[in-house]
């Protein structure tokens, strides 16, 4: 028996008020989940992933296409929606309970559970507006899980909150699919992804690109998400890349093995190629990258001479980023071109000519080896490491040490 | 997408999402299953009636009592309006009053109903029938009031002036009265909430027509007053007959016929029934609305 059918799910909005057009946030979904199954979903912003939730948890009806499910559904779609900034906690559990139509009487008799979950003891009666935001979280969580939901809809939640309650909260979830419960998570957390879904879908514009075991599709998703990306940002038109002696006609990222890529393994290098066009003869021609993480530069590499191009011309200037020299976060790449001619120096520039995601996969072979913690800064180059140790005796001989 | 065997009964605790609505009777089935979240809207929308107020809860007994004063001095003293018999104008007018404002404002809570909830609306499923049931809570309140004026105002005259004004059997009539107006205002309400999330044109407008309508209604005056060439457009409307019932319960005063009285409580039961129709359809794409 599945826990949850999803056939030909499709949901239209009708968007804009001067010349409305439809818009497909969901379009021919299907899938089917096994009872105790957790189950990643994952895609860009505005792929569709919340819109799935909400058809799900039945806060807006589909267009096209049914689902059909089993037991009771509990959603923690927007974390505490249900809470009542006046109310104390205990009358907020009752409260939050009857918004999944769930009675008094089994809230009275897992009140207790949900207390303890949560670690409210001392501040049961009072009101929730005097809450930390960590306290809150684990009140909306614990009550949710406390219902015993047969299908969770979870949405980016796990995902906030501190590391320790973080961790319960995913054992937590675990050992309820372990039960049969069935989990839809939905984050952009891939790490929680890979180490928490039994499988794993993959929406992008309403559409599925695919199911299956995490690693595979979360890496397909990384390699696709990235490069989708860089082409929206090139088709962009400003006028800045274009000057009198040429232009930049594409940024690309290219793998080792010559293909595109969107996303990289800190182990690899990766080639960044920039083509270009001249429109006059005889020009020197000087290329250079700036890297930015977070939207701060990480750093600048021009070419250390500039080189001699015969006009008009297509070329392509290529810099390769070493391996193990980016950290695993996500980079943008600006470009310029420098076009000499003779005194005349004329520049056109690229800016946020295309994202990337660097991700390590964990083999042990990065420049973090077997730790497991966050690596900070804008690079995280594989440096050499060496430690000594001498046995204490080696004080005691010391000389003048003994008298 | 390969073809996925879908169940074609389901069986025990199973559900099914589609695009239709399920119907009027599954959103019965759910409200109840949903019930208790009645009490914490009808809670919620009573408390907007004095939060972040200075006087807070004084609010409750100054907004109802204060027009009534007012209109006391304008219609029963400037302007001479007699209800008739010995009735005086102010217990005649409060009367009168109570069920209309209890009509006027049920109504407006009603549709602003699923608009002040519109937050929670896009976030959580609930059933959404809950709202405007629940948001009479505020119209009660002060429909509370009322009666407690009138009360003291039977005490009042009885002291005073000697007479019990108070029918006690015919208190049947003034239930019926109020209990029109209470489906009246709901079956309204349930086709102006769902487009009163998308334009707030529709409260406005029916601030107006609340306006006009409480002219149209014996309210202020007493239908005997009226010119028999002008009655039957007074049978119409349905507030008519709610009112006078709700003044022949309480003070033995007004005039009503059994097919006035019929026409009313058609008028109220079909708006009610298309409402809820209206409102079961509607209701699904709120959401989207918000």
Known sequence: ???????????????????????????????????????GVIGPNGAGKTTLLKVLSRVTPPTEGRVVGRGRVVPLLALGAGFQQDLSGRDNIYLNAAMYG??????????DDIVQFAGLDDFLDSSVKRYSSGMYLRLAFSVAINMRPDILLADEVLAVGDMEFQERCLERVQESGRAGM??????????????????????????MMGIGPPEQIVSEYQASAWSTINRRRQTKKSGGHVCKAGEIVFVRLVSAKGKEVGA??????????????????RLEVRAQIDVLARGALAFRSVMPA??????????????????????????????????????????????????????DSATGASARGTYRGQLRGAVSPKLEWDMEAHQPAAVLSEPGGAA | MSEVPMPKTLTGDEWVIEPRGEGVRAIARDVWQ?????????????????????????????????????S???????????????????????????????????????????????GMLSRIYIPRL?????????????????????????????????????????????????????????????????????????????????????????????????????????????????????????????????????????????????????FSRAERNAADKS
Request: glycine fraction near 6%; charge should be positive.
């Open chain 2, 34 to 70: 949903y019930r208790r979240l009645l009490r914490f809207f009808a809670l919620r929308s009573f408390q907007k009636l004095y939060r972040r107020t200075v006087l807070g809860v004084a609010w409750l007994f100054i907004r109802p009592l204060f027009p009534l004063l007012v």
């Open chain 1, 102 to 111: 769930i009675s008094a009487a089994e809230v009275e008799a897992r009140l």
């Open chain 1, 306 to 359: 500039s080189v001699p191009v015969d006009g008009p011309a297509d070329g392509v200037a290529k810099v390769q980023i070493p391996a193990h020299l980016l950290s695993e976060t996500t980079y943008t790449i600006s470009t310029s071109l420098a076009f000499f001619e003779g005194d005349e120096a004329y520049t056109c520039e690229l800016d946020n000519a295309t994202a990337f995601h660097v991700y």
């Open chain 1, 1 to 39: 028996m599945k826990s949850l059918v999803v056939e030909n799910l499709g949901k239209r909005y009708r968007v804009g008020s001067k010349r409305p057009f439809d818009l497909w946030a969901l379009r021919n979904v299907s899938f089917t989940v096994e009872p105790g199954t957790i189950l």
């Open chain 2, 130 to 278: 809950i709202l405007p049931i629940a948001m009479v809570a505020p119209a009660l309140m002060t429909f509370v009031i009322h009666l407690g004026v009138i009360i003291v105002a039977f005490v009042y005259y009885r002291w005073t002036r000697g007479i019990w004004f108070f029918h006690p059997l015919q208190v049947g009539w003034a239930v019926q009265g109020f209990a029109l107006a209470w489906l009246l205002s709901l079956g309204i309400a349930l086709w102006t909430s769902v487009p009163a999330l998308i334009a707030r044109d529709v409260r406005f407008t029916l601030n107006y027509v609340l306006g006009f309508w409480l002219f149209l209604t014996p309210v202020v005056y007493s239908l005997d007053s009226v010119p028999a060439k002008y009655r039957w457009a007074f049978t119409l409307n349905p507030m008519t007959a709610s009112v006078e019932s709700f003044k022949i319960g309480l003070i033995n005063l007004g005039s009503i016929d059994s097919r006035q009285l019929l026409t009313a409580w058609g008028v109220a039961l079909f708006t009610l029934i298309s409402g809820l129709l209206f």
């Open chain 2, 72 to 118: 006391t001095l304008v219609f029963g003293g400037v302007l001479g309006v007699a209800p008739g018999g010995q009735v005086p104008y102010f217990l005649f007018l409060a009367v009168g009053t109570s069920v209309w404002e209890f009509f006027a404002s049920s109504l407006m809570w009603g549709t602003r109903s699923l608009e002040l909830n519109r």
């Open chain 1, 264 to 281: 990289i393994k800190v182990e690899d290098p990766v080639w960044v190629h920039i083509g270009f066009r001249t429109t006059l003869p």
């Open chain 1, 182 to 207: 069935t989990v839809l998570f939905v984050s952009h957390d891939m790490d929680a992804i890979t180490r928490l879904c039994d499988r794993v879908i993959w929406i992008n514009a309403g559409q």
